[in-house]
């Protein structure tokens, strides 16, 4: 893995059509010491792009600027608040025009997750989910991924707080853009740049097994999620086209693999979908696959969409199947559903700003 702030300077070199951060250094004739100053002032103290950074003369500043160095790569188009004010719900534009969303959940002064995307679009189209529908565009960049933190970061910073957890929970597949996200992860984490712990971290994966035991060989107290949602491939193939090209069983055994090499848990996002997947049936079913594991289940109420055919499971149905894999030993918790009035599902902002892209075929 190479090192954070090589990372971001190759690609603020390349938006700016150098080769990498060597080149770019040389163009403008910055000593080593140099480029550590600007990686500093963009990931440490926020800085939007160099103009405000006072370590650097007056002169470089200019020609720097004057060049085109930007050190935010989205640009937010449109920051709903949610009315209770807990939930901000950002759409970005990157520099193609193409835009993703991200969302900062204030959680009572003690927790501010940010959830952030890492693709724009997404190739595989879970029927319930406003992004799988409108199809795959392209792979963020690690800044472009980033950048949304560092956005959200700075609104916080002004209010005296940070950002503690950071969920890649947004647009996207991250797992389908595995290099990327991994750079992501070492520039969030880098102690002399934005700083925030791998524990902070969570990745969530629609499943896919290869890169679920790549995950696991990294070595990164990072957490794990999987988008699971149902208890076999009877009830999962109905909305999720990923679970032809891996089984049920393929992937719990990758996520078997994963706890036994890894000691860490991995929690299991489940959907509450009415009459699909949240029968008491389908809670034994899960039940009997989750005990006795290093598992915890979440049960997501479902955030309806303009364009998907499903309806949320009613409160009393969520907390009758949560009953059922409690009452098995299986540890569950019911997920405190933010943002409902400002769309805060994933893809719903920008579903509701852009026409679809084109299906993926991947
Ligand atoms: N591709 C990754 C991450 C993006 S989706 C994954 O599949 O995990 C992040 C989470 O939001 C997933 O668990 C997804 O199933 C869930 N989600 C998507 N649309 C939703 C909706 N309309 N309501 C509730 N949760 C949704």
Same mark, same amino acid.
């Given at each position: 893995m190479r090192k954070a702030q090589d990372i971001w300077i190759d690609a603020k070199a390349a938006r700016l059509g150098y080769a990498d951060g060597a080149a770019f250094a040389e163009a403008f004739g910055l000593k080593p010491y140099r480029i550590g100053q600007l990686y500093h002032a963009a990931m440490r103290e926020l800085h939007g792009d160099p103009s405000t950074v006072t370590t650097l003369s007056a002169q470089t500043r200019e020609a720097l600027v004057g060049a085109g160095l930007q050190f935010d790569s989205v640009a937010p188009v449109v920051v709903e608040r949610s009315s209770d004010k807990q939930t901000s719900k950002g759409l970005f534009r990157l520099h193609d025009g193409k835009e993703v969303e991200a969302v900062l959940m204030e959680h009572n002064k003690d927790r501010n997750t940010v959830c952030i995307s890492s693709q724009a679009g997404c190739a595989f189209a879970c029927a319930f989910c406003s992004t799988g529908q409108a199809g795959y565009s392209r792979n963020l960049t690690a800044d472009e991924i980033v950048d949304q933190a560092r956005y959200f970061a700075r609104e916080l910073r002004a209010k005296g707080e940070k950002i503690t957890n950071i969920v890649f929970m947004g647009m996207g597949e991250p797992f389908h853009n595995y290099d990327a996200v991994m750079e992501a992860v070492a520039l969030l984490n880098d102690p002399k740049g934005f700083g925030l712990g791998h524990r902070h971290i969570t990745i969530s994966t629609v499943g896919l097994v290869e890169k679920i035991d790549q995950f696991a060989d990294e070595g990164i107290q990072v957490n794990l999620a999987i988008s699971l949602h149902a208890p076999n491939d009877a009830v999962r193939s109905q909305f999720m086209p990923v679970s032809k090209k891996y089984s049920t069983g393929q992937l719990l055994a990758a996520c078997e693999r994963y706890t036994a090499r890894t000691r860490r848990k991995v929690f299991f996002e489940y959907i509450m979908l009415a009459d699909v997947n949240d029968?008491?049936?389908?809670?034994?079913?899960?039940?009997?696959?989750?005990?006795?594991?290093?598992?915890?289940? #979440?049960?997501?109420?479902? #955030?309806?969409?303009?364009?998907?055919?499903?309806?949320?499971?009613?409160?009393?149905?969520?907390?009758?199947?949560?009953?059922?894999?409690?009452?098995? #030993?299986?540890?569950?918790?019911? @997920?405190? #559903?933010?943002?409902?009035?400002?769309?805060?599902?994933?893809?719903?902002? @920008?579903?509701?700003?852009?026409?679809?892209?084109?299906?993926a075929t991947s």
């Open positions: 029968s008491d049936e389908c809670a034994i079913a899960l039940a009997a696959k989750m005990r006795g594991h290093l598992y915890h289940v #979440n049960l997501i109420p479902y #955030n309806s969409t303009p364009d998907a055919a499903f309806t949320g499971s009613s409160d009393a149905r969520i907390w009758a199947f949560a009953k059922i894999l409690e009452e098995a #030993n299986v540890p569950t918790t019911v @997920r405190y #559903n933010m943002g409902r009035d400002i769309a805060a599902a994933c893809g719903q902002l @920008r579903a509701q700003t852009q026409p679809k892209a084109q299906n």
